[in-house]
């Protein structure tokens, strides 16, 4: 339970100093680590549809690494989706983390060309 304090008030932290989101993005964010499967697949489908202004808060959630795995998964995951240019250097970083690696490198993909250069330089 104290993990999950910490991740949520260093995400809170983390929005106001990078930039507003809504009490929904919010609250979506925070659903992705839900002990109800439904609940989580939701989530992930409600802040895909919401498009890229949510990429600033999964950047912060990717980045965290004491956020819980499931959600820094999920936000690699919507990253991809969203082919969130913004996310290359993050979803690079996460190539090291073996419980992500698989995530970002779908994500990687997913935003094809604007990874690649990135990518070159960071080998």
């Known amino acids: 339970m104290k993990t999950l304090q910490q991740f949520i008030v260093l995400l809170l932290c983390a929005i106001l ?7 929904k993005t919010d609250s979506l964010i925070n659903k992705l680590n839900s002990n109800d499967q439904r609940t989580r697949d ?5 802040l895909k549809a919401m498009g890229p202004v949510v990429t600033d808060p ?28 913004k996310a290359i250097p993050v979803l690079i970083t996460s ?29």
Do not use: F, H, W, Y
Request: with cysteine; hydrophobic share 40%.
């Open 17 to 23: 100093v990078g930039g507003c989101a809504t009490s």
């Open 42 to 46: 939701k989530a992930e489908e409600d």
């Open 58 to 85: 999964l950047i912060a959630v990717l980045s965290n690494e004491k956020a819980p795995q499931e959600s820094r998964q999920r936000a690699a995951r919507i990253l991809g989706e969203l082919k969130a240019e």
């Open 95 to 123: 190539l090291s983390n073996i419980r992500l690696r698989l995530m970002a490198q779908n994500a990687l993909k997913k935003i094809g060309a604007p990874a690649l250069d990135p990518l070159m330089k960071s080998t």
